[in-house]
């Protein structure tokens, strides 16, 4: 009977925080169901009737310009969520299982980078880039999110984890290669981790906005981020902008609830049960 208050608390706490969580996203739903002219008129909370309409007014507003910043945020995300995954995993894995000469100075260096905010290398990116010619071209935006040291710090912690050095072992007995104990052995077994890699990654690179900011200057290759920006600044000469910009935020989000139901699976526990097994 003492006990249910002290567990009470927490629960509360944590609806209080989702609640505050999801009001944002509550607002934006509601917001873009608004016409242009119920918009500024019904009360906060009030649904509206306008939602298809904007929707059909984004998908026509500069050709469809909308959905060509969506394609580039999912190549951008996408494709550099992958590579940086990748990277992650295969240099987690040596730092882990590996012992060699400046180890413990390579991880400490990347603890160091864990703590230089990408605000501070934005702009002397830009410059090389720009010196090398790669400014204003996908490459600008997808190649400094590959190297992730925070990334390639929880695939450290999760290869110590996940991977045995006795099933190593066994495998260097049976004549396997170090490389094929990487692929059938080290990363099989990261799998969740390295899910949970590509999520932080995925959802970091899609709400980026000042890194593709200064690297692009061609409309047509910018995200979404970059994309409804400029809505809004031409908003405040046309406010009929601001119901698209609102609808646009809306789909934007889609995405990322699509892929975190999608991925969530492969959260599991007992991982290297199963992969023993096989």
Known sequence: MNRRPVGALPT???VLGALYCLLPVSWVLISASKSPGELFTLGTLTPGTGLLENVRELDAYRDGVFWRWMLNSVVYAGGGALLSTLVSAVSGFALAKYR?????LIFNVLIGGI???SVVLA???YLLFSKLGMADTYWAVLLPQILHPYSIYLARVYASAAVPDS?????RIDGASEGRLLWRVGLPLMVPGMV??????????WNNFLLPFIMLGDD???PLTVGLYTLLAAGANQPSLYNLIITGALLSIIPLIALFLTMQ???RTDLSGGAVKG
């Open 220 to 222: 047509g290759k910018f």
């Open 115 to 117: 703590l230089v905010p």
């Open 265 to 267: 699976r492969y959260w």
């Open 123 to 125: 702009v002397p990116q």
């Open 12 to 14: 509360g706490l944590l």
């Open 167 to 171: 099933l190593l072992e066994a495998g």
């Open 196 to 205: 949970t890699i590509f999520l932080f990654q995925f959802v970091a690179i």
């Open 100 to 104: 060699f000469p400046g180890r413990n």
